[in-house]
């Protein structure tokens, strides 16, 4: 008997080591950052960039993500795809205008997490709140986890409808435009943040 529960006894030690360190992780704001890409709908290829994060805060209890708080820096938008002299700062600046995200009225934008699902080790589902330009939707995204004994690394990518937040410039769903004029729906979104674990 002691045999054949062998294997369950592994199996649990297994995934009671792969909780999530307990407490408030903060995120380390130099090491961390938001990648966008959006593309447009025919022909030549979208723009890609980078935002940052003014702060945030994950909050894991009994070895789940349960809460969290995250600011990001609207303002601190930029283009990757582009040099700064050949058209870059151009539409950095474009980005920020009312076409798009309007960050002389919404200078941050915030994300609040509800709860996640732990789907397999180091595999969760993290549902929250997405505040952009006054408008708040929920979102619901996997991510990957891995934890070091100083630090939890969040990783993900996913999409989200940009129009859901009133960013319809060039929209083919909103406008009727020329196909060769419209810009995707869908912007891309990769995570890649480290945080500092609570003392």
Do not use: C
């Amino acid at each position: 008997m002691k045999h054949a529960l062998f294997p369950f006894a592994l199996l649990v030690t297994f995934f009671a080591h792969a909780q999530l360190t307990d407490g408030s992780h903060t995120l380390s704001l130099p090491e961390s950052l938001i990648t966008w890409k959006v593309d447009y709908s025919i022909g030549t290829k979208g723009h890609e960039g980078t935002l940052k994060l003014s702060s945030g805060t994950m909050l894991v209890k009994d070895g789940l993500i349960q809460g969290g708080s995250f600011i990001i820096d609207m303002n601190s938008v930029r283009v990757t795809d582009m040099k700064p002299d050949d058209g870059g700062k151009d539409l950095e600046e474009h980005l920020r205008s009312a076409d798009f995200l309007t960050t002389s009225e919404f200078p941050q934008g915030h994300f609040t997490v509800l709860n996640s699902v732990r789907e397999s080790p180091n595999k969760y589902t993290i549902s929250g709140y997405l505040i952009l330009k006054g408008i708040s939707n929920t979102i619901t995204f996997p991510a990957t986890i891995t934890e070091t004994k100083t630090t939890l690394t969040v990783k993900s990518q996913f999409a989200i409808n940009r129009t859901l937040w009133g960013i319809n410039y060039q929209s083919g769903s909103i406008f009727n435009l020329m196909k060769d004029e419209v810009i995707s729906d869908n912007m891309n979104v990769t995570l890649n943040f480290l945080f500092k674990k609570a003392q």
